[in-house]
Every structure is written in structure tokens, then in C-alpha cells.
Nanobody
Framework: QVQLVESGGGLLQAGGSLRLSCAAS????????????MGWFRQAPGKEREFVAA????????YYADSAKGRFTISRDKAKNTVSLQMNSLKPEDTAVYYC??????????????????WGQGTQVTVSS
């Protein structure tokens, strides 16, 4: 069993920075954390959920959507069982609900929402122009 809880969303002006965090808990995660990959997705009103970034827990290899490259950084803290998304140079088009997700299948396509088994409740990020 795995639970994910996001935090850190908010309202800010374009050009600002924000750091999102996702705390993972549960016996399954604690026992098998090295086999997990963690991803961040976002969903704007009227749009489909889209991939932002992902990280493999054991190797810390990272993957980014083109829209996130150079501005966003995903990282994980093994001691705290948290995954963070540092977002810089934010734009109004980054406005969305951001979701954290966990995937235990190493061979999954981490850019596909359907690959993930567990999702957090989401945190709102609003960037004003």
C-alpha cells in the first residue's frame, strides 16, 4: 500500500519559483522503494493530464517533458521518502493542478499517466501574468 501527499502549491507571478513536494508512505513503499519510479503530472482546466518529470528512485535518473527542461528539476530524498519538483521561471501556461504519482514497473513508459499505479490528490499552481 502506497500513499502520496503533495504540498507546496500556490499563487505567484510569472517569472517566480515554486517547490512542490510529494511525501510517499505505506508499508509497500517502504519495503520496495528502490523499485519505484516517481512522476509529476499536471492538468489544466479543459486539458488532458500531461507529463512533467519523472525520477527513478534507485538510480535517480531523471526524465523531463520538453516544456519542463531547463526550468524544472525533479529530485528525491531517500531518507525522507519525498520527491520534489523545483519550478523556476514559471509562466502563466504552467497553471494547473500538479499531481505526484508512483510506478513500480521498471519497464513502464514514465511519460504515460497510465503507467502509474498510485496518485496523490494534487496541488494547485496558479501563475499570473
Amino acid at each position: 500500500q502506497v500513499q502520496l501527499v503533495e504540498s507546496g502549491g500556490g499563487l505567484l507571478q510569472a517569472g517566480g519559483s515554486l517547490r512542490l513536494s510529494c511525501a510517499a508512505s505505506g508499508r509497500t513503499f517502504s519495503s520496495y522503494s528502490s523499485s519505484y519510479s516517481m512522476g509529476w503530472f499536471r492538468q489544466a482546466p479543459g486539458k488532458e493530464r500531461e507529463f512533467v518529470a519523472a525520477i527513478r528512485w534507485r538510480s535517480s535518473n531523471t526524465y523531463y517533458a520538453d516544456s519542463a527542461k531547463g526550468r524544472f528539476t525533479i529530485s528525491r530524498d531517500k531518507a525522507k521518502n519525498t520527491v520534489s519538483l523545483q519550478m523556476n521561471s514559471l509562466k502563466p501556461e504552467d497553471t494547473a493542478v500538479y499531481y505526484c504519482a508512483a510506478d513500480r514497473n521498471y519497464y513502464s513508459d514514465l511519460s504515460e499517466a497510465g503507467s502509474y499505479d498510485v496518485w496523490g490528490q494534487g496541488t494547485q499552481v496558479t501563475v499570473s501574468s
